[in-house]
């Protein structure tokens, strides 16, 4: 059998990996394992590896954070998460990792089985994220894998941009369209039960994660937001807390602040979970912030998105999504413009970028049917050229 290890170190990672790990683990030929890391194992973040037990048998967990989060404590659970996974993989001994995406555990992990010596296959590479320092770690994931499943057509020619052979890289579509397709979601009732919390006539979703190459700060930005929110009427907030990246506890306080002082129009969670998240999406007007899942799964629900700033900036979006700069008087534009009668028309046809929900079945049949004997000794793929001065 196969040994398909499997690494995840957040909520939202997890909830794109799920339906996967369901296909490996239900598969006779394939042996799932699984190791948690990061926020999964932190009670700040909601100790999240519980929900993962409910499903399946975690082979290691892998302690890693610190307590803050500050540059410098980054780049030491970095390293903390390298010693750990190196020792994991010797012990574990799996023919392939599966990783997803651009966090920097993600990024140890990558590391310590490059290595090793052990195949890795990327999900979600080639997007972009300028206003973040993902956007280098998700490249240098690509350098290091073997196999690699893209969101779009586009994201598959970036990866082949980065000198991966086109015969590896496969554009299989976006994993969180697969949750909304297979869950079975909450009714409203149901939602609103279970975050003991109840509805408005008019609803948001806010998700916003820290901003590490921006010119103003992450407080900066987050104030801006919550600014804008405070003058709406008749408006109830769902915020979902930032991850444990640089500046994360910032936003995190804040919303804080802002729920206790506003306890009858807002509420906060460390983690909804992808049942209560996407069940969320049904019955809220819109998702504000910069989190990528207001692009990949929120046009699915034919709701508008407030992308805030440049930490989203490259990534494909869906006409549903609407660009605001980290400001006061544009986050205000941009919600009277989510609210408008012209963009609910235009709502009515959108369409999401992110393809059509088979993307684990498509994994698997891929990596069953790739030989991983020679698969270690990459050459660099060039592209074509005209034209092209070198100076």
């Known amino acids: 059998m196969m040994k398909i290890c499997v690494v995840t170190g957040t909520r939202a990672e997890y909830g794109l990996l799920y339906w996967l790990m369901k296909e490996i683990d239900s598969d006779s030929e394939l042996e799932l394992q699984i190791i948690v890391t990061g926020m999964h194992l932190s009670p700040e973040f909601g100790l999240t ?30 390293g903390l998460a390298q010693i750990s996974f190196s020792e994991a993989y010797d012990e574990l001994k799996p023919d392939l990792v599966i990783l997803l995406g651009d966090r920097y555990e993600i990024f140890a992990a990558a590391t310590a089985a490059m290595v090793a010596r052990i195949p890795i296959a990327h999900l979600h590479g080639g997007e972009t994220t300028e206003g973040a320092f993902d956007e280098a770690i998700r490249h240098s994931i690509t350098k ?9 057509d586009e994201y598959r020619r970036r990866v082949i941009q980065l000198g991966e052979a086109p015969e590896r890289v496969f554009n299989v579509g976006g994993l ?6 297979r869950l079975n979601l909450m009714s409203k009732e149901e939602f609103e039960n279970s975050i003991n919390f109840k509805l408005n006539n008019k609803n948001l979703l806010v998700t916003f994660h820290p901003v590490t190459l921006e010119e103003s700060t992450t407080e900066q ?9 405070d003058t709406l009427i008749n408006t109830h907030i769902i915020f979902t807390k930032a991850n444990s990246d640089t500046d994360g506890r ?3 306080k804040l919303i804080d602040d802002y729920v206790n002082s506003n306890p009858s129009k807002s509420v906060a969670f460390a983690s909804l979970g992808q049942l209560r998240f996407l069940s969320a999406l049904q019955y809220v007007d819109g998702v504000v912030g910069n989190s990528s899942s207001g692009l990949a799964e929120a046009p699915s629900f034919k709701i508008g998105t407030i992308n805030i700033g440049d930490r989203q900036k490259g990534r494909i979006k869906a006409s549903s999504v609407i660009d ?13 413009h989510l609210y408008s009668d012209s963009f609910k028309e235009t709502l009515i046809t959108t369409k999401n970028p992110y393809g059509e929900g088979s993307a684990s079945s498509e994994i698997i049949q891929i990596i069953k049917n790739t030989s991983l004997k020679h698969i270690l000794k990459k050459s660099f793929f060039d ?7 070198l100076s």
């Open 250 to 252: 910032i936003i995190n």
């Open 144 to 152: 290091m894998s073997h196999l690699h499943f893209t969101a779009t």
């Open 176 to 181: 969180g369209i697969e949750n909304i397709k």
């Open 221 to 229: 930005q987050f104030m801006q937001l919550l600014n804008a929110l």
């Open 383 to 389: 592209l074509p050229y005209k034209n092209l001065e």
């Open 324 to 336: 605001a700069e980290p400001d006061y008087q544009s986050i205000l534009k941009a919600i009277e």
């Open 49 to 78: 590896y519980k929900v993962i037990e409910q499903e399946f048998n975690i082979n290691k967990k892998i302690e890693m954070l610190l307590s803050s989060d500050t540059p410098v404590s980054i780049s030491k659970s970095i």
